[in-house]
């Protein structure tokens, strides 16, 4: 759970508090007020906190992986990071790192071998969060050997004794090395990270950021959007 959706259930359980209290002495004008504030703060907390701020994601620098020549999103993976309660080697705490994040912050994938097995860190900046799961950076080496590997954060959640970080990560892949592996005729979709359906036009819905997946890959995780995929 992000920082801001804390402070506004708080918040809500507070001004509840004083509405269930003035309402029997007779304060009937406070209390209900105190209880519509609590309703509206308990509202926009159970919004993404992007949303709740009325934020627009912008599209990144450095461009949609998919976009890039020659290249596409071969799988795209909502995951944890795990390890991030380890002091990194300068001795900083991650818990102390991930606490002053906000969860619209630049992160960066980087994989490298640990004991002689393939392993990935997450990165903000030159800060290490933590890394992906043994099990799953072990199967994405052997899935895509080549492939490199961007994500953006979904959630620093936790919050009152241990922060924790969700990711969306996307496997990138040179395109003339995965034409082969692909099945012929394959269909391409298309996803963003707001919704739990796929498209078949890019500019669906008003997608932000569309991202290109095989839809056999879509189907495992998404629900054909009834607009655009008839």
């Given at each position: 759970?992000?920082?801001?959706?804390?402070?506004?259930?708080?918040?809500?359980?507070?001004?509840?508090?004083?509405?269930?209290?003035?309402?029997?002495?007779?304060?009937?004008?406070?209390?209900?007020?105190?209880?519509?504030?609590?309703?509206?703060?308990?509202?926009?907390?159970?919004?993404?906190?992007?949303?709740?701020?009325?934020?627009?994601?912008?599209?990144?620098?450095?461009?949609?992986?998919?976009?890039?020549?020659?290249?596409?999103?071969a799988e795209t993976i909502?995951?944890?990071?795990?390890?991030?309660?380890?002091?990194?080697?300068?001795?900083?705490?991650?818990?102390?790192?991930?606490?002053?994040?906000?969860?619209?912050?630049?992160?960066?994938?980087?994989?490298?071998?640990?004991?002689?097995?393939?392993?990935?860190?997450?990165?903000?900046?030159?800060?290490?969060?933590?890394?992906?799961?043994?099990?799953?950076?072990?199967?994405?080496?052997?899935?895509?050997?080549?492939?490199?590997?961007?994500?953006?954060?979904?959630?620093?959640?936790?919050?009152?004794?241990?922060?924790?970080?969700?990711?969306?990560?996307?496997?990138?892949?040179?395109?003339?090395?995965?034409?082969?592996?692909?099945?012929?005729?394959?269909?391409?979709?298309?996803?963003?990270?707001?919704?739990?359906?796929?498209?078949?036009?890019?500019?669906?819905?008003?997608?932000?950021?569309?991202?290109?997946?095989?839809?056999?890959?879509?189907?495992?995780?998404?629900?054909?959007?009834?607009?655009?995929?008839?």
């Amino acid at each position: 759970m992000a920082k801001k959706q804390i402070i506004l259930y708080v918040v809500a359980a507070l001004f509840a508090v004083s509405g269930v209290i003035a309402l029997p002495s007779g304060n009937i004008t406070g209390g209900i007020g105190c209880i519509v504030i609590a309703a509206v703060c308990f509202l926009l907390a159970r919004k993404p906190a992007k949303e709740a701020a009325g934020q627009q994601e912008e599209p990144r620098a450095t461009g949609t992986p998919a976009a890039a020549s020659g290249s596409r999103i071969a799988e795209t993976i909502r995951t944890k990071i795990v390890g991030v309660t380890f002091n990194n080697e300068d001795g900083e705490n991650r818990q102390d790192i991930l606490k002053t994040m906000t969860g619209d912050e630049d992160i960066t994938v980087e994989k490298y071998t640990y004991n002689g097995e393939p392993a990935a860190c997450i990165k903000w900046g030159n800060k290490v969060l933590g890394n992906l799961s043994a099990e799953l950076a072990k199967d994405l080496a052997r899935k895509y050997p080549q492939a490199r590997y961007t994500a953006e954060i979904l959630e620093i959640s936790g919050g009152v004794q241990t922060f924790g970080c969700n990711i969306e990560l996307d496997i990138i892949v040179e395109e003339k090395k995965s034409r082969a592996a692909q099945p012929a005729g394959e269909t391409i979709v298309y996803i963003d990270r707001s919704s739990k359906k796929y498209h078949s036009k890019p500019t669906c819905s008003g997608m932000k950021n569309p991202k290109s997946i095989p839809l056999s890959q879509a189907k495992k995780k998404y629900t054909a959007c009834k607009k655009c995929c008839k």
